[in-house]
């Protein structure tokens, strides 16, 4: 049937507002992100400048490029 109107509702072609507060990351989401990151560089920066013990041990860089990674990874899921 040509030209007959059909409200949206009808055909299933609404899509639903969500509520406004719906999927948020809670408060403390964004400070961890940044947290682990910051971490990640201080702990590579400290690493090349021998500040920690064991001086410039590959551990070290392993354990800041998995702090700034894991701070990437929880910046994709921030809401």
């Known amino acids: 049937m040509v030209g007959r109107y059909v409200d949206p509702e009808a055909r299933g072609?609404?899509?639903?507002?969500?509520?406004?507060?719906?999927?948020?990351?809670p408060p403390w989401f964004g400070w961890l992100l940044?947290?682990?990151?910051?971490?990640?560089?201080?702990v590579i920066t400290l690493n090349y400048l021998q500040v920690l013990p064991?001086?410039?041990?590959?551990?070290?860089l392993a354990l800041g490029l998995v702090s700034m990674f894991s701070g990437f990874y929880l910046a994709t899921l921030y809401k």
């Open 34 to 42: 940044i947290d682990l990151m910051v971490f990640g560089v201080m």
């Open 54 to 60: 064991d001086s410039a041990s590959s551990w070290y």
């Open 13 to 25: 072609r609404v899509t639903r507002r969500r509520p406004v507060n719906a999927d948020h990351s």
